[in-house]
């Protein structure tokens, strides 16, 4: 299951030049290099209105700053409703 971020304060915001955000939950945008191997972390999106969660791998060569989508799923209207409220500094 996706989570769900209503009432909840994202760890960080990063900004597109396109006005869109990506809301971090579970760590910082410039710390996801320090999480651990099976670590997992969610951008939602607003430029598509998703939410995705992401976990942490390790390749051949054991490093480990790869990480693959573990589940993503569409927000739903209340949720991007939320969004845009902290968007326009509601």
């Keep these: 299951m996706v989570p769900v971020y ?6 960080g915001v990063q900004h597109r030049g396109s006005g869109s ?3 971090y ?3 910082k945008p410039y710390e996801v290099h320090l999480l651990p191997v099976g670590a997992e972390f969610s951008i939602v999106y607003t430029f598509r209105w998703k939410v995705v969660v992401y976990r942490i791998l390790t390749n051949e060569s054991g490093q480990r700053n790869m990480f693959a989508v573990v589940r993503q799923r569409p927000l739903k209207p209340d949720e991007i409703a939320y969004f845009e409220g902290i ?3 509601v």
């Design 21 to 23: 955000r990506m809301f």
């Design 25 to 27: 939950f579970g760590v």
């Design 87 to 89: 968007m326009a500094g």
């Design 6 to 11: 209503i009432g909840t304060a994202p760890d």
